[in-house]
């Protein structure tokens, strides 16, 4: 017998969710396919691990429903889910070795022992810890034990993975090593996950698709670089990467409609845009020029003097000013390169196609 994954759809409806008189989730709709790999990402104090672990079915009872494979969950307790949760802790077992903590859920369902130790091999041959069935998880690394934490797991053959910040106690080389074998994993089994994490590059260099969650409720979902490219409000605008936010307002003069910002900038916009209260720009959209330099027909050039300056290895990034605006600018690094100086005077160039218009 091999592990499988039963490959099961999440259909979450009208979910709402309290601790006493505080409201955590509220009204979330969302499908997640089968066999899809999705994160919930958001700040701190979200929803986004209040929502998994309504999935699980700890917590408070939720209203409205979630169905999982076509049944509803919402009632039931955690054992009658046949889902998998991995934890931040990790929460092993420390007094078991390895290959007990990992047969832990089989003996707890009163599985045959000789199909208890032919599973406990599968899945640690899964996770690449064959040889450590013996040891205890002080004698493993953090990357090790979070491994033993996934065999654990996914031996119980769930329905849905459920990833409750797995990688944030692993430092920043052991992260990009896990997400890949985790993303790996769930390739090979097919099996539907949920990713919990507040780091956009784990939910980016993972997810088919995410959720951005803020104060509860459901910002929007979609594929990473959809979300990024075309995001649906200034908190997803802002949350995802960096960007320049700018308040303001439509205005309409003859054949020409402008987005005129609080700060001072005009920049023309598609009409029927009336509902426009802020643009966003992202800082790479954005370029730095010596003043009176060539100027391509697509672009708009602005008088900017240059205010800060970062070096962040592959980019300098630039705050420069124009008008009341300030403005972060983004090149990309590279050996010889012309370098703006401090209160240096530049032109500051914009294609009025990059620039992504926010309504909420």
Not at 99 to 104: D, E, H, L, S, Y
Not at 270 to 290: E, F, K, M, V, Y
Not at 305 to 326: H, M, N
């Amino acid at each position: 017998m091999s592990l499988q994954a039963q490959s099961s759809e999440v259909v979450i409806e009208n979910l709402g969710l309290s601790f006493g008189d505080t409201q955590v989730l509220k009204g979330i709709d969302l499908t997640i396919k089968a066999g899809e790999f999705f994160s919930f990402l958001g700040p701190s104090g979200s929803g986004k691990s209040t929502l998994l672990r309504a999935i699980a079915g700890f917590g408070p009872e939720p209203t409205g429903r979630i169905l999982i494979g076509g049944q509803d969950v919402a009632k039931l307790p955690p054992w009658e889910r046949n889902v998998g949760m991995v934890f931040q802790s990790y929460a092993l077992w420390p007094h078991m070795t390895v290959a007990k903590n990992v047969a832990f859920g089989l003996e707890e369902r009163k599985v045959a022992r000789a199909q208890i130790d032919k599973r406990v091999k599968q899945a640690l041959d899964l996770v690449d810890l064959a040889d450590f069935g013996e040891r205890r998880p002080s004698q493993l690394s953090g990357g090790q034990q979070q491994r033993v934490a996934l065999a654990r797991t996914i031996i119980i053959e769930p329905r849905v993975l459920l990833l409750d910040e797995p990688l944030s106690n692993l430092d920043a080389n052991l992260r990009v090593q896990m997400r890949g074998d985790i993303l790996a994993l769930q390739k090979k089994l097919n099996l539907t996950t949920i990713f919990v994490t507040h780091d956009q590059e784990e939910a980016n260099t993972t997810s088919v698709r995410m959720a951005v969650l803020n104060h509860g409720i459901l910002q929007q979902v979609g594929a990473p670089m959809e979300l990024y490219d075309a995001p649906a409000n200034r908190f997803v605008a802002s949350f995802l990467g960096t960007a320049n936010i700018l308040e303001g307002e439509v205005r309409t003069n003859g054949q020409l409609t402008a987005f005129l910002s609080s700060g001072g900038l005009q920049i023309p916009i598609r009409q029927g845009a009336d509902s426009i209260t802020a643009i966003a720009i992202r800082p790479q959209n954005i370029s730095l020029h010596t003043p009176g330099g060539g100027t391509s027909e697509a672009e708009l050039r602005f008088k900017a003097v240059v205010s800060d300056i970062e070096f962040l290895g592959s980019t300098l990034r630039y705050a420069v000013k124009t008008g009341q605006e300030t403005m972060l600018v983004d090149h990309v690094h590279e050996p010889g390169d012309r370098v703006f100086a401090l209160e240096e005077q530049v032109d500051m160039a914009i294609v009025p196609d990059h620039v992504t218009l926010l309504r909420g």
